[in-house]
Structure formats: structure tokens, C-alpha cells
């Protein structure tokens, strides 16, 4: 019987652990993922802002072209995003979008 508590013991903060464990690095993924869209899209504000880029849908070709910012790298996947990916802009939103 005592073999049992030990047990249950065990697995209850084996769960515990490895229930905090994954919120940790999901949280940690999601912030990655968040600052480097930052990032891109600060740069593609300063590009509008300076009228360089008049369309509301701006490439990362486009922003490396005029300067507004170096090969961005996925935090998660440790490759380069597609220079075709872009930044759409509708009315005050910006939203990154990945194009594979």
C-alpha cells in the first residue's frame, strides 16, 4: 500500500512539472514568434511613414531592397522567412503574413 502512495505521489508531480514545462515553452515560443513580427513590421511602418513603400501589402523583398531591414530568420525554425512574405496594412492594422 505504501508502494501505491509513493507512486501517486510520483506521477502527480511528474504531471505537475511537465504541465509547467509545456506552458514555459510554448509561452517562450509564442514571444519569439512575436518579437521578430515586431520587428518586420516596425520596419515596414518606417518605410510607409517615409514613403518609400506606397502598397498596403509590403514584401520582405521589398524592405531588404530599400534597407529597412536584414534577412529576418523564424526564431522557431532557424530558417529564413520567404522574401515573398509580406506585411498587409488595413487602415491601422499590420499583420504579418508567411508565406511558405
Not at 505537475?16 to 512575436?34: D, P, R
Not at 513590421?41 to 510607409?48: D, F, G, P, S
Not at 511613414?49 to 532557424?78: G, M, Q, R
Amino acid at each position: 500500500m505504501k508502494k501505491m502512495g509513493y507512486i501517486f505521489i510520483f506521477l502527480t508531480i511528474l504531471i505537475v512539472i511537465g504541465g509547467t514545462s509545456y506552458k514555459v515553452i510554448k509561452t517562450n515560443h509564442h514571444n519569439l514568434i512575436m518579437v521578430s513580427e515586431k520587428r518586420i513590421i516596425e520596419a515596414a511602418k518606417r518605410c510607409l511613414n517615409d514613403d518609400v513603400c506606397k502598397e498596403n501589402k509590403i514584401t520582405l523583398a521589398t524592405l531588404y531592397a530599400n534597407n529597412y531591414l536584414e534577412e529576418e530568420i523564424n526564431p522557431l525554425t532557424k530558417e529564413i522567412y520567404n522574401k515573398e512574405s509580406y506585411i498587409l496594412k488595413e487602415e491601422n492594422n499590420y499583420q504579418f503574413i508567411v508565406v511558405d
